[in-house]
């Protein structure tokens, strides 16, 4: 059957407006650049390159690249300049069509305050080579470079060892790494897992690029100061903070199913307090089904997210306030379903009503010597009304989170952190289950981390901590977690890292829980914590020259659980068995690379293979299903500078996931999804036109099945892959500074 007309109606004349653009050879000399930190090999972004005495300059982009360009032949002085290091000046000789090529490096320095030192914030991109642990940051600008709807998921879609593959027919994603599913990543927002449980599933997707200043990933377990839940890794989202000079930024996104969002934020300084307001605005307001089966290729939905931001002076210290939020309401399955028929069994959907708010606040304060001292609390209110089928879920969960803190330098060998924590979570359902669902934890803890730089040259670095927390049900918990960095020289690295995890479950501490809905679910009458030992092995290599940069991350992990609660599924389609397994590992290994030339190209190319594995309780090893062997994406960007034009392919490649028996294959087959894009940059405007799944591939194999009555079943175990097709989107993005 031919899919999705429309898309091959409207991608010819978009792709061949903006192709217009890419230029010809000009008659005149360039200037380009890539700028790192002298010390750490990081590439700095925002740095400013200006010729002196004239107008012309730029800043560096995601990659800490610079361009000039259509420059008269001759001799000109450039100064390089970024707050937070010293400046730089030097000489470059640009001929009539010469393209100059340079490479530079600025020191770092710090800003001196009457009573206190103070360390600029950087802006930097990739590898955090200063974490003892693995830490790789990914800029706002990255961010609002890579999403082509305004939203924070979309533009992580094709970084190596995420997984941020949302469910087909339920729309709800998280963020994967190490093999294991995203349950098992801590979500934070600035240093709180504001984001855990419901929050994940049905209120991460909803965040805007232009509310989050960085993303910084942290992968494995090694650093006390995440949560014994943060087995596989922490994701933290650092907040946009208001700006001292008014700024605005607008995106408009539509695409060729009639999906659109609208997002604006504005920031500014409003006499001693400083505020920051965005909102954004986002629907697929029909059913989409290119396939004319009678079912959703993918969910309707409406959402929309408010946040505040303020940041009053105070005379000493630092305070930053906040809010948010979130409602949504979105349905998956058969096309001819109203609201009428919420919760019938004539016709199936899954129909979920998300409401969320958020309030939060920290204070960073001066101690002693080159110690800080914080205060931060975050309270969370969730409430969510769904039917899955015929199946009535509504919960309600309520935080409170607060922390206390010091850190700082005992000399320049040595600096700790010492933190006091306390984490009320209360969830319930409406669930009726032999295992409890409801959760009720008070849980008191205290952390310890230091850090003993062994050499005078920061070649050797030890990182060790304990976490202790108070468990009402599990008594007293000790998680204990560390990490060495030996690095021979500033652009290599070693790492070892290595420590436990501990967390409490139930039916919905599983993301796979939203995917399979709660129909024939079968639990046992009690679910153990589950506990943890992990270790990673990760290499990282730079290479700077001075028209390109090479970056290589190659890293081995490995998880041992007791007790893993798995989810298996029955001979029988559409029935989801819970248990305990004794015993069960994760095991894998992860190649990330990235190449940027100062002419504008840049290659990304990374993937990963793991294997999740658990014994069924008889002694025997099954394969875990909804996780995927492989997964790899590569990618490739021309800027073409004089004009503004910026062209990208990407592919991501998803490995096949084991499937139960009686399901007429082992495994579901490989697949990759294609997408490309033009983007058109003016001063303040930027135009871009994307496709997504490329070649319009859909798995073949279908999740809805029909009984003897002719009810529509669903088996979630075959929902691997896209229903969607191929999708074109156009988004526009305007900002302003004054």
């Not at 803190?405 to 289950?433: M, P, T």
């Not at 021979?488 to 409490?504: D, E, I, K, M, Q």
């Not at 970056?551 to 490995?558: K, P, R, T």
Request: glycine share 10%; hydrophobic share 35%; with cysteine.
């Amino acid at each position: 059957m031919e899919r999705n007309r429309k898309t091959r109606r409207y991608a010819a004349p978009l792709f061949a407006a903006l192709a217009i653009w890419i230029p010809l050879r000009v008659n005149a000399g360039t200037l380009r650049g890539m700028i790192h930190d002298q010390d750490t090999g990081d590439v700095l972004v925002g740095a400013s390159a200006v010729l002196d005495g004239t107008q012309r300059g730029a800043a560096t982009n995601p990659k800490g690249i610079f361009t000039i360009s259509q420059l008269a032949a001759g001799r000109y002085v450039l100064k390089i300049s970024m707050l937070g290091y010293e400046s730089l000046e030097t000489e470059a000789v640009i001929g009539e069509t010469d393209t100059v090529m340079m490479h530079l490096a600025l020191a770092p320095s710090a800003i001196e305050g009457d009573e206190v030192t103070i360390e600029a914030e950087r802006a930097k991109s990739g590898l955090d080579n200063t974490s003892t642990v693995r830490k790789e940051v990914i800029t706002g600008a990255d961010l609002q470079t890579k999403s082509k709807d305004g939203g924070l998921l979309s533009a992580l879609q094709n970084k190596t060892g995420l997984r941020t593959k949302p469910c087909a027919l339920c729309g709800a994603a998280g963020i994967g790494m190490q093999g294991l599913d995203p349950s098992y990543t801590e979500i934070n927002v600035d240093g709180l897992p504001v984001l855990s449980g419901l929050g994940t599933l049905y209120g991460l997707d909803g965040l805007s690029v232009s509310d989050v200043k960085e993303v910084q990933v942290t992968k494995g377990s090694g650093s006390s100061l995440f949560g014994s839940g943060a087995i596989a890794g922490a994701v933290n989202l650092v907040s946009s903070r208001p700006a001292l000079k008014p700024t605005l930024l607008t995106n408009i996104s539509l695409d060729n199913n009639g999906k659109s969002t609208i997002s604006a934020s504005a920031s500014g300084l409003t006499g001693r307090l400083p505020m920051r307001l965005s909102l954004m605005n986002s629907a697929e307001p029909q059913y989409v089904d290119t396939d004319d089966d009678g079912l959703t290729d993918t969910p309707k939905y409406r959402r929309f997210n408010l946040n505040y931001a303020m940041d009053p002076r105070l005379k000493s210290g630092i305070l930053k306030l906040g809010a948010r939020l979130f409602t949504e309401h979105r349905y998956a399955g058969e096309t001819n379903w109203h609201t009428g028929r919420r919760g019938g069994t004539a016709v199936y959907g899954r129909d979920i009503l998300t409401d969320r708010g958020e309030v939060s606040g920290k204070y960073e304060f001066p101690l002693a010597g080159k110690f800080k001292g914080g205060l931060e609390s975050a309270l969370v209110r969730h409430e969510q009304e769904s039917w899955y089928g015929a199946t009535s879920y509504n919960a309600t969960q309520e935080l409170y989170l607060a922390k206390a803190s010091a850190r700082g330098e005992w000399n320049k060998n040595h600096a700790s952190v010492f933190e006091l924590l306390f984490n009320h979570q209360d969830y319930r359902d409406n669930l009726i289950l032999p295992v409890e669902t409801d959760l009720l934890y008070n849980t008191p803890g205290a952390t310890v981390e230091h850090t003993v730089h062994l050499d005078d040259a920061d070649r050797l670095t030890v990182q060790g901590g304990t976490k202790i927390e108070y468990w009402e049900a599990y008594g007293v918990e000790v998680i204990p977690r560390g990490s060495l960095l030996f690095k021979p020289n500033v652009a290599t690295g070693f790492r070892l890292s290595g420590g436990a995890g501990f967390r409490p479950v139930s039916i919905f501490s599983l993301e796979e829980a939203a995917h399979a809905g709660f129909e024939k679910v079968i639990v046992p009458a009690s679910l153990a914590p589950e506990r943890s030992t992990a270790g990673s092995f990760a290499v990282n290599r730079q290479w700077m020259k001075s028209r390109f940069a090479v970056n290589a991350d190659v890293s081995l992990f490995y998880t041992h659980f007791d007790d893993k609660v798995v989810l298996r599924y029955g001979s029988h389609h559409g029935e989801t068995v819970y248990a305990n397994s004794p015993e069960a590992y994760s095991v894998g290994s992860e190649v990330q690379t990235g190449l940027s030339l100062t002419s504008g190209w840049s290659v990304d190319l990374g993937g990963r293979v793991s294997k999740v594995r658990y014994d069924d309780g008889a002694g025997t090893f099954r394969n875990a299903e909804f996780q995927s062997v492989y997964s790899g994406n590569a990618g490739v960007s021309k800027q073409f500078r004089s004009t503004g034009v910026t062209a990208e392919l990407n592919v991501g490649l998803f490995g096949p996931q084991y499937l139960p028996e009686g399901r007429g294959r082992d495994k579901s087959p490989a697949f990759a999804i294609w997408s490309g894009g033009l983007t058109k940059s003016w001063k303040n405007l930027s135009l871009s036109a994307s496709v997504n799944n490329l070649f319009d591939w859909t798995q073949p194999d279908d999740p809805y099945l029909r009984d003897e009555t002719g009810r529509l079943l669903l088996d979630s175990s075959l929902i691997y892959g896209p229903q969607l097709g191929r999708t074109v989107a156009v988004a526009l993005t305007w900002r302003h500074t004054s």
